[in-house]
């Protein structure tokens, strides 16, 4: 049951995400204009010198193929420098604390992981990463990963609104990405996140002698806070410890709590503002918004639903309501991070969870879940078409077959990344390996593993138990394709229509609220029916057992 | 218009990320910490009697029953905290291994309950704060256990 503490979480926390999201979506609409502003000033000549020392071409404008290409060759460059790095950690320097070299597979996996913005963890960052590692691999990619998916988002955008001749160009969002709205808004969060608490040092792991005589502890600092920023800014989600957002020295109080749950749902929710903005229209913004946050708020009344108490897998410092707040709400923008073990939850809680991966615009990942939220309207109208009898037409442009057949491409792409690997794993027996049966509970973990991993969210049961060869690689080809199938279909669906003609007349208004009831419906009944038989032998059938107290 | 080269722009592109994103960004993260906020930015050490003893923030293990106990159930192994609820159970024990009164242990722990949220929500204690407020005014009876 939502108690008078969740209530007052709840309402101060939205109301700050969503007027610093359209705040933040005034900004951005500058920042991915050609238009000169004040700020050009700082921020031109950082870019001139990356576009100098990148070789790039600012002027250069790219059709969808140029641009997913550049996506793809620089996300491909990026992971493999992340799974160099990796492989040969133990002979690079920032490594006092002397973690050795990582194997192959688990070296690809969080490569892979991470280049993807999914963040699945098979390795416990606190003893199996070097300082080098924290930072020129996580932070790194955490990074790039995140510019890769707004740049995307934009693109998509610039597609759809049609008042572009191309979708702009990769590197230069990309540059201005990180120059203009990562970089700075990751810097004043992490000085935030060290002023509450978080440490940022590079001096060591230290033993002291505790209070009692003959104890010890070691108190594992590092550069945590800048780590800890852009996991959450960019939907990423991959902590610095195993127990991620847990781990008091990521997360050391309620506060902390709150402020980095915020900085997660900033980005995501100011993108639909951006759309309305850019497309002159604020309620076709409006439709995109109410449509993922209803979702969302379906997502917190299930997992409310039980009520749930501190017990084993929590922390006593945000008490039941948050963690269950913050589990909803990392799968809800495909994030991934945890500030509480996921065993610790009623399967309720896990199912709202699924709910989040599934839909993946609920308002979803940096970028990506506005792409999602626009390959769910594409097919909406469709379906409202037929059943209007009217040519299907989008911001006042027909969409054609072609545009339906691609989406449902890229929607149908996430069912069959998750269930034949599922499928798999179970009978060939992979799950032994992990210490797994083959009952409702093992069958959540894994099915839960793989969906994680397509919808790029990477919160998962398995951990470091997760360390195998079949695992490490069958998840690090899911996350892959999970994130660049729905892209490259989406930017092509763009790329399709940025040139295409646009009428003043409207067939059908998708800026209404009986539009955006029509949509919820509509994504509740595409995604969540084609995933209900494997729910119903998972979490559904473990709440039905009665596991109250998890898995 | 000239084209960017689609085979040396993403190596050089990385490249510049890479020194951006991983090197540059928190080395000037953590200068800044060092210099202006040293205290949290090392992890919030605290000191008994003029020693480190570790940081505030993560559970430390105790064997003597004179002691409050952590929790080692939760999701990071490491919570310093208690609930006031688990800590009042664990007053009464230590008590009776001490002889310390109930109302001065009642006392501390009123003195150092924190809220999860701000004023309301559970009410918790740090566990340490307990134990340091214990071994500084009771030395007769815990300076044989403590540091």
């Known amino acids: 049951m939502i108690t008078t503490s969740a209530a007052f ?10 007027i610093g999201g359209w705040l933040l979506s005034s900004y951005l609409l500058k920042v991915y204009s050609t238009k000169r ?70 070296s690809l996996n969080t490569a892979l992981s991470f280049s993807s913005n999914t963040n699945l963890q098979h390795y416990n960052g606190g003893s199996a990463l070097s300082y080098m590692s924290q930072m020129a691999v996580i932070q790194f990619l955490q990074f790039t990963s995140a510019a890769t998916g707004l740049s995307v988002g934009i693109a998509i955008f610039r597609g759809l609104t049609g008042k572009t001749k191309g979708l702009g160009n990769f590197y230069v969002d ?34 002291f002698k505790t209070l009692e005589i003959g104890g010890s502890e070691i108190v594992k600092s590092g550069p945590i806070a800048s780590l800890v920023s852009i996991m959450q800014l960019g939907t990423n989600g991959g902590g610095y410890f195993g127990a991620n957002a847990a781990n008091p020295l990521t997360n050391p109080s309620q506060i902390t709590n709150l402020f980095e749950l915020a900085i997660m749902m900033l980005i995501p929710t100011s993108l639909p503002f951006l759309f309305g903005r850019m497309l002159g229209r604020m309620k076709e913004g409006r439709t ?25 897998g929590m922390e006593v410092r945000f008490g039941a309501a948050s963690s269950v707040f913050w589990t909803v709400t990392t799968t809800a923008f495909t994030t991934g991070s945890l500030n509480a073990n996921l065993s610790a939850f009623n399967p309720l809680v896990i199912l709202a969870g699924f709910f989040g991966m599934i839909i993946q615009a609920t308002p979803g990942g940096i970028g990506v879940g506005a792409m999602y939220m626009l390959m769910y309207v594409i097919m909406t109208v469709f379906i409202v078409g037929l059943m209007a009898g009217r040519t299907p037409e989008y911001l006042g442009t027909k969409i054609n077959a072609s545009d339906v057949k691609l989406a449902i491409i890229a929607f149908l792409s996430h069912p069959i990344i998750i269930l034949i690997p599922t499928v798999i794993t179970f009978a060939i027996g992979a799950q032994v390996a992990v210490g797994l049966g083959t009952n409702s509970l093992s069958f959540t973990q894994i099915l839960y593993e793989y969906t994680s991993a397509a919808a790029n969210n990477g919160s998962d049961f398995l951990g470091s138990a997760g360390n195998t060869v079949y695992f490490n690689v069958s998840t690090g080809i899911v996350m892959w394709l999970g ?14 229509m940025v040139q295409r003609k646009r009428y003043a007349s409207e067939a059908l208004r998708t800026d209404t609220l009986a539009f955006t009831a029509v949509l919820i419906v509509a994504i509740f009944i595409l995604a969540v029916l084609t995933f209900f038989p494997f729910l119903a032998i998972g979490p559904i059938l473990s709440y039905l057992e009665g596991f109250k107290n998890g898995f | 218009m000239k084209k960017s080269n689609s085979l040396t722009v993403p190596i050089r592109i990385a490249l510049v990320s890479l020194v951006a994103c991983g090197i540059l960004f928190p080395g000037v993260v953590t200068s800044i910490a060092q210099l202006a906020m040293p205290v949290q930015a090392n992890g919030s050490l605290i000191s008994f009697h003029n020693t480190t003893i570790g ?70 204690v740090n566990v340490l704060d307990l134990n340091i407020n214990l071994a500084e005014h009771y030395p007769a009876i815990y300076d044989r256990y403590s540091v």
Request: glycine content about 8%; aromatic content about 12%.
């Open chain 2, 55 to 124: 940081s505030s923030l993560i559970a430390q293990d105790f064997n003597y029953s004179g002691f409050f106990q952590p929790r080692n159930d939760s999701a990071s192994g490491l919570d310093p905290d208690i609930t006031v609820q688990n800590a009042t159970q664990q007053a009464s024990k230590i008590h009776n291994v001490t002889g310390i009164s109930m109302a001065y242990l009642d006392s501390i722990i009123k003195e150092n309950t924190k809220y999860t949220l701000f004023f309301f929500g559970t009410a918790y």
């Open chain 1, 174 to 207: 990309y540059t201005r990405t990180l120059v203009r709205v990562l970089i700075p808004l990751s810097g004043v969060t992490a000085l935030i996140l060290i002023f509450l608490g978080v440490p940022q040092s590079l001096n060591g792991y230290t033993i």
């Open chain 1, 37 to 106: 502003t004040r700020l050009d000033r700082i921020f031109g000549p950082i870019e001139r010198t990356i576009y100098y020392l990148g070789g790039v071409n600012p002027y250069e404008e790219m059709g969808w193929k140029a641009y997913l290409r550049s996506v793809l060759a620089l996300n491909a460059v990026e992971a493999a420098i992340g799974f160099v790095l990796l492989l040969y950690q133990g002979s690079l320097p920032l490594n006092p604390m002397h973690a050795p070299d990582m194997s192959w597979s688990l």
């Open chain 1, 9 to 18: 979480i709840i309402v101060v926390e939205f109301g700050s995400v969503l």
């Open chain 1, 483 to 496: 994130r660049f199938i729905p892209i490259a279909v989406m930017l092509a669906i763009a790329g399709n």
């Open chain 1, 288 to 312: 995109i918004i109410v449509a993922s946050y209803s979702l969302y708020f379906i997502d917190l009344l299930i997992a409310f639903i039980p009520i749930t108490h501190i017990g084993q």
